[in-house]
Each structure stands twice: as C-alpha cells, then as structure tokens.
C-alpha cells in the first residue's frame, strides 16, 4: 500500500497534521493543511517579535531572510542569488512586470491561472493565447507552431495547470523557449514540494510560486527566482537589480518561519521520495475510480500529473462529500482531488465509500 511502502512511519508522518484527525482531506490543491509544529514554531517567533520588538527584526534583517532565501533556493535547484522572498507569486509577478516591458508579446494558456494573466493585460503588452486541447492536456507542437508563427520575447505558463492537473514537460518547454528566443516564466504553485524541481538543470528563466499549497507553509509567503542572464537584461533595461527591488521593504517573520519549518520538513521527507508516495496514490485512486464507476478525467498518464486528479461529478456532489466529513472541489468541469504525502489509501477508499452512498 502506498502509505506504508513509499514512506516509512507514514502513521506518524499523519499525525504531524491535526485536521486529519477531523477530515478525510483531499483539497492541498486549494490549501495544504500545516502541521501543528509548523505553526508552533510561528507562533514561538510571534512571541519573540512581541517581547525583542526591532532586535528581532534586525535579526532578519541581516540574516534571517537570506536563510529563508537559501532555503528556498535549495528547494528548487535555483541559486540564492536569484532568489527573491514575497509574499505570494501574484505579487511578485505584478512587481516584474513593467520590467518585461522590453519584450512585449506574451504567450500564455487559456485558463490558466488568472493572476498570472492579469500583468500582461496592461498597456505595452500583446497577449497571444494557446487554447489547451478537448482533453485539458497542452499540446507542445501547438506551442512551437506559435512560437514559430508569433515570435513572443515571453513565455508563461503554469507547470500545473490549476483546473485540470495537467503538467507540462518543463525541459521540453525550455527547451522550445530557448529555441524560439522567449523567456520561459513558470508559476509552480501547483507542483512545488508535490514533484521534485531543478530550475538550473531544466533552463527555467524566471520562476516562482506561492507556498500555501503544496509546501503547507500557510499565507503570506511565495518567492521568485530569475536567472543570472534575465537579471542582467533587466538591469539593462530598467537600471534597476530585479532581485534587489522584489526584496525591499520588509517581509512578515513570522510568514517565513513558517516557510522555513515547511520546506525543512519537506526535504527530511526527501521530495523524490514525496513524489513517488503522491503518484502510487494517484495510480491507487485511479484504480478504486475505475472500479467504482467514477469516470477519471484528467490524471491518467503519471508523466503528465503532480498531486491533481479531476473526477466527473457536479457541484452538488463536493457538497454532499463534504457534509460526509471529505474535502474535496469543485474546479471547472468535473471533481478536483488534491492527493499529498499525508495522504494514505484510507483516504481514498473514505472518498469513494461516500461517493456510492
């Protein structure tokens, strides 16, 4: 069973995360649920900015925050340098933006998430928009056509998408990127701490994300990561250090002790570990799906998923689940399951137990 054979004392691993003693929960893809020493430990730094007032601030000031930023960095296979604490990926990309205004013409997919279409609605821009295909899945060959066609300076994109799991091959985005001369700018609020990530190694030029899903890290607390060669282009453009603009001004401790807690847990786990747990759990899923006569309509192929599987059901439904003690949601055209590593088979057997009821 995936609880136990892909992560070892998973009982005790569960326990760490007091609502599931309350709720079968399979909604991270809409929050991820903290664990009670994540917000132990952010309480604790409240009561130290309470009783030391500015000495604590100017303790991270001066060393605090670059230890969340290297940690973050760590995360993703970026480097610290790179790296920019904010307080979610909406907000940093609304800061980038007018710096892009060099490279005018966007490509972005349709409905994907809002907040990384709202920037490019501004003056200056050109949006070009790629419809997903029927199934939900992004077709690359479409992209390179308008690539080839369109010639966008910038490419962005969630590596999950937010409505139907779907994730993108990051290499082979890059990859087309590069080709086509465009920045690749990925939201990976979906996927991070759900599949493991080196943004170095795939070519990534600017990414970021929000951590309140899949990281459990709670709100207030994001980052962006731009590349050595994007952060010189900005700076010749605008005479402005990107980084050091996204980091001005000063961040909530307290946010980022929860972070730094989170993602900590998140690398004793082992994320390749917390990977493999999430997709034998999604196969499970899929399996007691199938046969329980739940139609499965987006997650079949593991290459193309993180923790997201989206089932045929209405509204009425996620209602019914819930009011049984299940959380799921309701997202676009079917039943969104969010599946993390504190979740167990259990968890799926209760979902499709009430679902037959």
């Known amino acids: 069973m995936p609880s136990s054979s892909t992560l070892p004392d998973h009982a005790t691993l569960r326990a760490a995360y007091p609502a599931l003693n309350d709720v079968t929960y399979l909604d991270t893809s809409s929050m991820g649920l903290m664990a009670e020493s994540t ?18 601030l ?22 610290e340098q790179g790296t920019a604490l904010v307080q979610s990926f909406t907000v940093g990309l609304a800061q980038l933006a007018p710096l892009f205004k060099h490279r005018p013409k966007v490509l972005l997919i349709g409905h994907d998430y809002p907040t990384l279409h709202a920037p490019f609605a501004l003056p200056g821009f050109q949006r070009v928009v790629v419809a ?49 001369g465009a920045w690749s700018l990925v939201d990976i609020t979906q996927s991070w701490c759900a599949v493991p990530l080196d943004a170095q190694a795939a070519g ?16 207030g607390n994001g980052f962006m990561h731009l590349s ?55 196969s499970y899923a899929i399996e007691r799906f199938d046969a329980a006569g739940i139609a499965v309509l987006q997650g ?7 923790g997201i599987l989206v089932v045929q059901g209405e509204e009425a439904q996620v ?38 009821k």
């Open 204 to 219: 990534i030029d600017i990414v970021g994300a929000s951590a309140y899903k899949w990281p459990l890290a709670g709100f």
């Open 132 to 180: 997903p295909e029927a199934d939900g899945t992004i077709s690359l060959d479409t992209v390179r056509n308008i690539l080839e066609r369109e010639r966008p300076q910038l490419v962005a994109i969630s590596e999950v998408q937010w409505l139907t799991g779907f994730r993108i091959d990051l290499f082979a985005l890059t990859a087309l990127c590069r080709a086509f």
């Open 228 to 282: 050595e060669a994007v952060r010189a282009e900005l700076k010749e453009h605008n005479g402005v250090d990107p980084i050091a603009m996204l980091n001005a001004g000063h961040r909530d401790p307290v946010a980022l002790t929860r972070l730094q807690h989170a993602l900590e847990r998140i690398a004793a786990i082992g994320p390749q570990q917390i990977a493999h747990h999430v997709s034998a759990l999604c």
């Open 300 to 306: 079949r192929t593991p290459e193309q998923r993180a």
């Open 39 to 56: 917000v132990q430990a952010a309480n604790l730094e409240h009561q130290r900015l309470m009783r030391e007032g500015s000495a604590r």
């Open 58 to 79: 100017f303790q991270w000031m001066f060393g605090g925050n670059t230890d969340v930023a290297r940690t973050v960095a760590a995360s993703i296979g970026g480097t």
């Open 319 to 356: 209602k019914r689940l819930e009011e049984h003690g299940v959380k799921v949601a309701f997202r676009g055209k079917g039943i969104r399951v969010g599946i993390h590593f504190y979740n167990n088979t259990a968890d799926i057997d209760r979902l499709v137990e009430v679902w037959r």
